[in-house]
T-cell receptor, first 114, second 112 residues
Framework: ETGVTQSPTHLIKTRGQQVTLRCSSQ?????VSWYQQALGQGPQFIFQ???????GRGNFPPRFSGLQFPNYSSELNVNALELDDSALYLC?????????????FGEGSWLTVV | QKEVEQDPGPLSVPEGAIVSLNCTYS??????FMWYRQYSRKGPELLMY????GNKEDGRFTAQVDKSSKYISLFIRDSQPSDSATYLC????????????FGQGTRLTINP
């Protein structure tokens, strides 16, 4: 049990729509990051939030955005959905923003874009 | 060239066999090395975590890091059917944001 919970577990959206995925971390984990995992691939880093501010971003366009809240919850928002956005979206949390802290993953949200 | 290369398999071995899983990476600045296990349609679960070079053992699992050749390995002794999963190697830098760079994952099946 990692203490990281995500919702919804599965959802289907239409191309061009917007989606919000949610994550709840365990108390004390002030760093949250989001990853995209396409079928048959390893997870890819989208961005990281520390104390409610984005402090690291991977190679993803601005239509991927996020929010982090003081109660250890966070959101991933994706606008103008494309078919290639179909993937497992993983939330990960840790107790520190720097490398070296153990990172725990949630079970993920499966997004299908049709 | 990908930053982390991992043979996707699939790899199928009989129960009780010793399993060897490997990754190579390209950036010598990576200092943290991890192995995650991912069951089908589940999130990755941290198995082993190593800083810099050397070996680390935890039960039936041993992780090895050879920074001179940029090569990381995971060995599973006395493999069990419950070990059947996808194994992901991941690396990260010494400083900066906690960006994990993952390999593609190796799909492993242990046959009873």
């Amino acid at each position: 049990e990692t203490g990281v919970t995500q919702s919804p577990t599965h959802l289907i959206k239409t191309r061009g729509q917007q989606v919000t995925l949610r994550c709840s971390s365990q108390s004390g984990h002030n760093t949250v990051s989001w990853y995209q995992q396409a079928l048959g691939q390893g997870p890819q880093f989208i961005f990281q939030y520390y104390r409610e501010e984005e402090n690291g971003r991977g190679n993803f366009p601005p239509r991927f955005s996020g929010l982090q809240f003081p109660n250890y919850s966070s959101e991933l928002n994706v606008n103008a959905l494309e078919l290639d956005d179909s993937a497992l979206y993983l939330c990960a949390s840790s107790s520190g923003q720097r490398s070296g802290n153990t990172i725990y993953f949630g079970e993920g949200s499966w997004l299908t874009v049709v | 060239q990908k930053e982390v290369e991992q043979d996707p398999g699939p790899l199928s071995v009989p129960e009780g066999a010793i399993v060897s899983l490997n990754c190579t990476y390209s950036n010598s600045a990576f200092q943290y090395f991890m192995w995650y296990r991912q069951y089908s349609r589940k999130g990755p679960e941290l198995l082993m975590y190593t800083y810099s070079s050397g070996n680390k053992e935890d039960g039936r699992f041993t992780a090895q890091v050879d920074k001179s050749s940029k090569y990381i390995s995971l060995f599973i002794r006395d493999s069990q059917p419950s070990d059947s999963a996808t194994y992901l190697c991941a690396v990260s830098l010494l400083q900066g944001a906690q960006k994990l760079v993952f390999g593609q994952g190796t799909r492993l099946t242990i046959n009873p």
